[in-house]
């Protein structure tokens, strides 16, 4: 599903299709949790918003695997603001 998403829109913004709550976490593989996903423009790789938003992805399915916070916690976090955890994910 994720190679179809939005390929023209991808691609003339040089985005990321992201998914809203990742599978890993549990989110589901249709339309309605992707989104084309940019910026900042000119930053390096590691600093483009999907690159820090999967960095947070895995910092949260390290969190759930460790009991440190609920699956439900870290889905409905994720899908209201994934930036949110970013700087307890670069501490960690």
């Not at 599978?23 to 390096?44: H, V």
């Not at 999967?54 to 916070?69: C, D, H, P, T, W």
Request: proline letters at 7%.
């Amino acid at each position: 599903m994720k190679s179809r998403i939005l390929p023209e829109i991808t691609e003339a913004y040089k985005a990321a299709n992201s998914i809203v709550v990742p599978l890993e976490l549990g989110g589901a593989d249709t339309l309605d949790n992707f989104w084309p996903q940019c910026g900042p423009t000119g930053a390096p790789l590691p600093q483009r918003f999907f690159k820090e938003k999967e960095f947070v992805e895995n910092y949260l399915a390290n969190q759930i695997k460790s009991g440190r916070i609920s699956l439900f916690t870290a889905q409905t976090g994720i899908a209201k603001g994934w930036t949110q955890w970013l700087n307890q994910a670069k501490a960690e």
